[in-house]
C-alpha cells in the first residue's frame, strides 16, 4: 500500500467514526445546506484531528508497550524514523508490512479514542461505553506491540542479513 492512499483511507475511517458522535451535534440547518457538499473534506479533516488528538494521547502507553518489548529483547533502542528508514532502505516488501501494520494501529487508536465521546452523545449505558473504550484500547495496545515488535523482527533479519554478506567474501565479489 503506498503511503499517500493509505493515509486518505486511515483519516476517512477515523473521520467517519469520528462522524459518528460530531454529526448529531451538526444543526440540521447546516446539513440541508448547500454546505453538506464540503462532508468528505470534512471526514477527511476530522481524521486528521482524530489521529493527531489519538498520537498524543497515546503516547505515554506506546512508550510503555514499547519499554516492555524492549526488556523481553536484546535491541539497539532506534528512533522510530532511523528505525523505518533502515528497513524501507533494505527491504520493500518488509517495508510494506509496516506499513500496513501502523495503518491497522493508527485506525484502532482514534477508534478508542472515539469510543467515549460516541458512547456520551448517543447515550449509550456507562457500562457499554466503558467496555467499548477498554476492548479497543486493548485491541490498540496489542496491534501497538505486535506491530512494534515485528519492526524488531525485520530489523533483526536486516542485521542477520548484513552480518552474513560481511563474513562471506565471495558476497564482496559479486557485487
Known amino acids: 500500500m503506498s503511503s499517500l492512499p493509505g493515509l486518505l483511507v486511515e483519516y476517512l475511517i477515523s473521520g467517519l467514526v469520528t462522524l459518528l ?16 457538499i464540503l462532508f468528505v473534506p470534512l471526514v477527511y479533516v476530522l481524521g486528521m484531528a482524530t489521529d493527531f488528538v489519538a498520537y498524543w494521547v497515546t503516547l505515554l502507553p506506546k512508550i510503555g508497550i514499547r519499554e516492555l518489548s524492549n526488556r523481553r529483547r536484546e535491541t539497539v533502542r532506534l528512533p522510530t524514523s532511523r528505525r523505518k528508514a533502515n528497513i524501507l532502505f533494505h527491504s520493500s516488501s518488509l517495508w510494506d508490512e509496516v506499513e ?10 482514534g477508534t478508542a479514542l472515539n469510543v ?34 515485528f519492526e524488531l523482527s525485520a ?21
Open 21 to 36: 458522535w460530531v454529526y448529531p451535534l451538526i444543526p440540521e440547518s447546516v446539513l440541508a445546506s448547500e454546505s453538506a
Open 116 to 149: 467515549v465521546p460516541i458512547g456520551i452523545v448517543l447515550e449509550m449505558p456507562t457500562w457499554l461505553t466503558s467496555g467499548s473504550f477498554l476492548l479497543f484500547a486493548a485491541i490498540w495496545a496489542w496491534f501497538e506491540y505486535q506491530s512494534y515488535n
Open 155 to 175: 530489523l533483526a533479519i536486516i542485521d542477520e542479513d548484513d552480518e552474513r554478506a560481511r563474513s562471506n567474501p565471495l558476497s564482496e565479489e559479486r557485487g
Open 100 to 109: 500496513k501494520r501502523s495503518s491497522r494501529d493508527r485506525i484502532a487508536r
